[in-house]
């Protein structure tokens, strides 16, 4: 079993940055993929960022492509989602997960992923 736990949440203003990380602790050598989701009220869940281990590969959504910036540290087992120049939309719960080996295009599919945190709060305001 894989435990997460996020922290670095909040309140930000509209241009802002926060940085988010996620502890991991557990059975975590299988663990190869790691992703930050994200779900607004009313919204579906979004795939935001992923990261292989060791950082081999990055994965991002459209929408945050050049304001945030995955990374993993394996040994310290943490990821963590930079986050730059926010804005009023990325408010919402950011969740970490983290699953094994996956299919080349699901990086940012939930549903691949077999472990979760139980998420944190990020709110921007304009």
């Known amino acids: 079993q894989v435990q997460l736990q996020e922290s670095g949440g909040g309140s930000v203003q509209s241009g802002g940055s926060l940085k988010l990380s996620c502890a991991a602790s557990?059975?975590?050598?299988?663990?190869?993929?790691w992703g930050w989701f994200r779900q607004a009220p009313g919204k579906e869940r979004e795939g935001v960022a992923a990261?292989?281990?060791?950082?081999?590969?990055?994965y991002y959504a459209d929408s945050v492509k050049g304001r945030f910036t995955v990374s993993q540290d394996n040994i310290n087992k943490k990821l963590y989602l930079q986050m730059n120049n926010l804005r009023p939309e990325d408010t919402a719960m950011y969740y970490c997960?983290?699953?094994?080996?996956?299919?080349?295009?699901?990086?940012?599919?939930?549903?691949?992923?077999?472990?979760w945190g139980q998420g944190i709060q990020v709110t921007v305001s304009s």
């Open positions: 997960a983290a699953g094994g080996a996956m299919d080349a295009g699901t990086e940012l599919v939930g549903d691949a992923y077999s472990f």
């Open positions: 557990g059975y975590t050598y299988n663990i190869y993929s």
């Open positions: 990261v292989h281990s060791g950082g081999s590969s990055t």
